[in-house]
């Protein structure tokens, strides 16, 4: 299994990125697959999650209506879109499946909100 993160990097306030996570080793198409964040600091939070049956979606309240979690399984590729950025939201952004109990971790990519 294999999660590598790409699309990090410095945004003003107010600014958008997207962030993809491009997934090998394992059927992409049947696990939910996550995306998690941690800033300096503090404990590593759920940012938002898609589910693989039915296709839907949860979210951690402070990024409801910024950000949108979507897969492509022909790519084998979950994204990220973050809208209306903020300073709270610097962190390391990774994204994770969990695999007959075992988690498995890209290697994160830095998102920094300054101005």
């Known amino acids: 299994v294999q999660l590598v993160e790409s699309g990090g990097g410095l945004v003003q306030p107010g600014g958008s990125l997207r962030l993809s996570c491009a997934a090998s080793?394992?059927?992409?198409?049947?696990?939910?697959m996550s995306w998690y964040r941690q800033a300096p600091g503090k404990e590593r939070e759920l940012v938002a999650s898609f589910y693989s049956a039915g296709g839907s979606t949860n979210y951690v309240d402070s990024v409801k209506g910024r950000f949108t979690i979507s897969r492509d399984n022909a790519k084998n590729t979950v994204y990220l879109q973050m809208n209306s950025l903020k300073p709270e939201d610097t962190a390391v952004y990774y994204c994770k499946v969990t695999i007959t109990g075992r988690d498995y971790w890209g290697q994160g990519t830095q998102v920094t909100v300054s101005s």
């Open positions: 080793g394992f059927t992409f198409s049947m696990y939910v």
